[in-house]
């Protein structure tokens, strides 16, 4: 049974869109509870940023909300808001920190703060005082990624700061890897051994431990020692995994397709060039379909002259340049019709056109070509 969810930019014109995304809720449930058994008695951080990695943040924030996850991951504080309003009353750590004037904000729709700074710190302190609240924070240590947080080096001070913040509550600590995808895990053992020594803090002062968090997919997969007592994965719960060196620990299966149709066939003459600026032709009588997706919906414009789709089960090359709404597909000797099925990202049961060989043709990650399928996209959830 497939479901159709009100998506807020959801319009009746985009509904009945033959382009969309379909992702398996069944599949996500699998991939979830694969991920929970590596792990054990850890916690256990979906990470819904961007949009869920393209699968919905509002509807797989309810789907993890339902499978009683401890705790939900974004980026900005804007997303965790939207899923107070849609009803999320799970903890959510919004992992990009402040900006500017936003502490009220966490505190009013009950958001966990990431405190990436002393100064923050006493900003945060300061509001939750004013509103008389106590606000719940993680503190951020920076180990090797030069983004936001404390350098390890320097977190004793930051530590000592956030105990005699009285109304902040400090429920969590976290650092983020930069390379747990790699086959050479030095680095990141080098950032775990880092970020340990930052933890004997707790010993140290005879302070019962915070919430200790610091690996994504790539040391899920790699490094359990690193699973302390919470897990952030992001990618392997949409069953893609991180890069093609890291090891496959976890049997996850992608969550996603990305589908569109026929709606135009025709035969091309030798000669005639296909598409903007003509930079492909035909060289003999060449049967083709149009396809209404383009760059406009995050089909990569630099695929040109290397994608593939599956149309009745056959792979067949995209032709001329993607444009912006539409793409030309060669179907060969084969045939055709209005309204068959075109699988752009996923299996057709038989064949796979894999998130992976979509980011090799766009000279890219896998995780832009899921966080890149745009909002215009309308997204279908299926359950069984
Ligand atoms: C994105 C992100 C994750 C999840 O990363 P994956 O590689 O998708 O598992 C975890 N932690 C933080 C801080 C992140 O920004």
Redesign the pocket.
């Given at each position: 049974m497939s479901q159709q969810i009100n998506h807020p930019t959801i319009s009746e014109a985009e509904i009945i869109r033959p382009t969309r995304v379909e992702v398996d809720l069944k599949r996500l449930a699998e991939n979830f509870s694969k991920v929970k058994q590596h792990v054990g008695s850890v916690k256990v951080?979906p990470?819904l940023?961007a949009n869920a990695?393209g699968h919905g943040l509002v509807r797989i924030a309810q789907f993890f909300q339902e499978l009683n996850v401890d705790y939900l991951?974004v980026?900005v504080v804007e997303e965790g808001i939207l899923l107070r309003e849609k009803g999320i009353t799970v903890p959510i750590l919004v992992?990009?920190g402040i900006w500017g004037n936003q502490v009220p904000l966490f505190l009013k729709h009950n958001l966990t703060i990431t405190a990436s700074s002393i100064e923050k710190l006493k900003q945060i302190d300061e509001v939750a005082e004013q509103m008389k609240v106590k606000a719940k924070v993680h503190l951020k240590i920076d180990t090797g990624m030069e983004r936001i947080g404390v350098h390890y080096y320097n977190a004793e001070n930051f530590l000592d700061a956030a105990y005699e913040c009285k109304n902040v509550e400090v429920e969590g600590i976290?650092s983020?890897f930069a390379s747990?995808?790699s086959a050479d895990l030095t680095y990141t053992r080098l950032q775990l051994e880092r970020f340990t020594e930052v933890l004997n803090y707790f010993e140290k002062h005879s302070i019962e431990p915070p919430l200790r968090h610091i690996?994504?997919?790539?040391a899920?997969l790699q490094l359990p020692e690193a699973n302390l007592d919470m897990v952030?994965?992001?990618?392997?719960?949409f069953g893609v995994y991180?890069s093609n060196e890291v090891k496959k620990t976890i049997g996850v299966k992608p969550t996603l397709t990305w589908k569109s149709l026929v709606v135009y066939f025709k035969v091309i003459k030798p000669g005639h060039p296909v598409g903007y600026a003509s930079t492909w032709q035909t060289d003999k009588n060449t049967r083709a379909v149009t396809v209404p997706v383009g760059y406009g919906d995050g089909y990569f414009r630099s695929m040109s002259h290397k994608a593939e789709v599956l149309i009745r089960g056959k792979r067949y090359p995209v032709i001329g340049t993607i444009s912006m709404d539409q793409i030309v597909v060669d179907i060969n000797n084969d045939s055709a019709y209005n309204g068959d099925e075109v699988i752009l990202l996923g299996s057709d049961g038989k064949n796979e056109i894999t998130c992976d060989e979509l980011a090799e043709w766009a000279g890219t990650i896998p995780?832009e070509i899921l966080t890149n399928i745009n909002t215009r996209v309308p997204r279908v959830y299926k359950s069984s």
């Open positions: 951080m990470v940023k990695y991951g980026a992992l990009g976290f983020h747990s995808d690996s994504n997919s790539g899920i952030r994965p992001g990618i392997i719960l991180p995780y």
